[in-house]
């Protein structure tokens, strides 16, 4: 053999153990193949008996450094050879809270009296709905009259959007990692997946906005009056607005090739060419390489997806800047008419179709910044759970730092609409807290991601998840998201229907929405435990799946 082992503490370094070393003897026919000058003799005298246990020794003293001495890696580190990325309750909670506050603002959206105008009207209780939805970086900036209330009821349901984002980029490489680990998926079979599920998100949107056709059963006289804006009320419902599920899975499409065939790989990740099997007996020093090549995909996802994010988000704001003008208040989107006019709503700027009676306000590119954003984070859950996690409120609270400085220091340039651009200054704490949704703006990313990951760090502090009644809703939701967000616009626009049609009241005060809204929770608590039970007797290749 050619010389003795190398010695020191790297793994990479540990080439040969120990009883590859040989004891002494004739020269064997490995011996006479050695190159001349590498065999002193057909015997070995007793220097090199001595040699050989001298390296012996040494390569025994590198084995128990590197043991006592190991990388600095988190303990709950994934396992290079049977490690898997299984569900994380934190991520559940919050995706289940997230899921109660988007119900929250759908009721409220359907049923509530106080009818909110772009910046102006005092409002006009009893009259309809809550109105319009104006977080947009063109047009009247709804500030509802300085009621704060009032704001503070539409501004908590800003965590939703970019939370189901970001949880979704986590989901898509934890569901990959777990699949190829356990199920021996393929990185084209986990593609396959993600495409198809995509797919379905976006035929989901419409199935959603279906819903909408049950108030045309007895209109009232706020859907009365959209009908006469409408050439067809019909096709008006179904396509009127390609909303957060149409972005989601527009998403999911686009970072499939990636994140299941482009990045590395966590777990099962395959050993250096020069450290095979038969070289490397120590079960530990596999499972530290392995930790140690997960720990370097990690950095690697992180700077792919950052750089990907980071482009994607400066071509987009660059894009809506230059669509604002100089004065956002007062600016108009025009109707997308060509084709590449068509391709710029469905990607980067929000506004209506000239031939269809409809308007996308969630183009997907900058939703999809996010959602590479989950992915790195997701990433690093699986190698560095408890480190991350414990992290995630020094983040959250970075973030909002960063919120706070984009809004008194970052201009029109961070912000988009609000406070910079002097717009509602004659109410303070909206005017600052009132940021660009349509599309989103990078203040609204620091805020609405700040306020996740700190709630991700407070949910994680539940011990036992599931032992007591408020976190068994919360993982019964957010486990069954998908379930949810369709069966629950049909409920609410049903029970907006039937009101109308007994009672003639199209309009209650918010406190009885939020009775609504519990009806509606504790109705849902029912099917998604259903449908988790259901679940569970399907098979992983299921179309139930997908759900």
């Not at 003795?4 to 040969?16: I, R």
Request: proline share 6%; aromatic share 10%; hydrophobic share 45%.
């Amino acid at each position: 053999w050619k010389g003795g082992p190398p010695v020191g503490g790297s793994p990479d370094d540990l080439l040969f153990p120990a009883d590859e070393i040989h004891d002494g003897g004739s020269m064997t026919d490995s011996d006479a193949t050695l190159p001349a000058g590498e065999c002193n003799g057909t015997l070995r005298d007793a220097d090199d008996e001595e040699d050989d246990e001298r390296e012996e020794a040494e390569l025994a003293l590198a084995n128990r450094g590197f043991e006592a001495n190991p990388p600095p890696l988190d303990t709950h580190a994934t396992r290079s050879r049977d490690g898997g990325a299984g569900r994380i309750d934190s991520l559940d909670l919050l995706r289940g809270l997230i899921v109660i506050v988007m119900a929250w603002d759908h009721s409220k959206d359907f049923l509530a009296s106080y009818k909110g105008q772009d910046g102006t009207s005092p409002g006009d209780d009893g009259a309809g709905s809550y109105g319009t939805h104006t977080e947009g970086y063109a047009g009247p900036l709804e500030m509802f009259s300085g009621r704060l209330g009032y704001f503070l009821a539409r501004a908590i349901s800003h965590i939703c959007a970019p939370g189901f984002s970001f949880l979704m980029g986590a989901g898509m490489i934890m569901l990959k990692e777990s699949r190829m680990t356990r199920s021996g998926w393929t990185g084209r079979k986990v593609c396959r997946f993600f495409l198809l599920r995509g797919i379905l998100l976006i035929v989901l949107g419409f199935v959603v906005r279906a819903s909408f056709l049950i108030l045309l059963v007895d209109p009232t006289p706020v859907v009365k009056a959209h009908i006469s804006k409408s050439t067809s009320p019909v096709l008006g419902d179904l396509l009127g607005f390609f909303q957060v599920m149409t972005s989601l899975g527009l998403s999911m499409i686009a970072a499939s090739p990636l994140v299941s065939m482009m990045l590395p790989r966590l777990t099962q990740n395959e050993l250096p060419s020069s450290l095979e099997a038969p070289l490397l007996e120590s079960s530990d020093h596999q499972e530290r390489i392995g930790q140690l090549e997960a720990a370097a995909s990690v950095r690697k996802i992180g700077v792919i997806c950052g750089l990907l994010a980071t482009a994607m988000l400066a071509a987009d704001q660059c894009i809506v800047w230059l669509a604002q003008g100089s004065d956002p208040g007062k600016a108009h989107t025009t109707d997308a008419t060509s084709f590449g006019e068509i391709i710029v709503r469905f990607t980067l700027v929000p506004g209506e179709f000239d031939t269809l009676p409809s308007q996308n306000e969630y183009p997907f590119v900058p939703w999809l910044a996010i959602c590479l954003a989950g992915v790195s984070f997701g990433a690093s859950l699986i190698v560095h759970k408890d480190r991350v996690i414990k992290s995630c409120g020094l983040y959250g609270a970075c973030l909002l730092a960063l919120f706070v400085l984009a809004r008194l220091l970052g201009g029109r340039v961070l912000s988009m609409r609000g406070w910079p651009l002097h717009e509602g200054r004659e109410y303070p704490a909206i005017s600052i807290l009132n940021v660009c949704k349509y599309p989103p703006s990078v203040a609204y990313m620091l805020l609405t991601m700040g306020i996740n990951l700190l709630l991700l760090r407070f949910l994680a502090k539940v011990k036992r998840p599931g032992s007591d009644p408020c976190s068994r809703s919360l993982l019964a939701f957010g486990r069954a998201p998908l379930v949810f967000y369709v069966v629950h616009f049909y409920a609410i626009t049903a029970f907006t229907v039937i009101l109308y049609a007994t009672t003639g009241i199209y309009g209650i005060p918010m406190s009885l929405v939020f009775v609504v809204w519990l009806g509606l929770l504790a109705l849902m608590r029912v099917l998604c435990d259903c449908f988790a039970a259901f679940k569970k007797k399907t098979t992983v290749d299921s179309i139930w799946r997908f759900f």
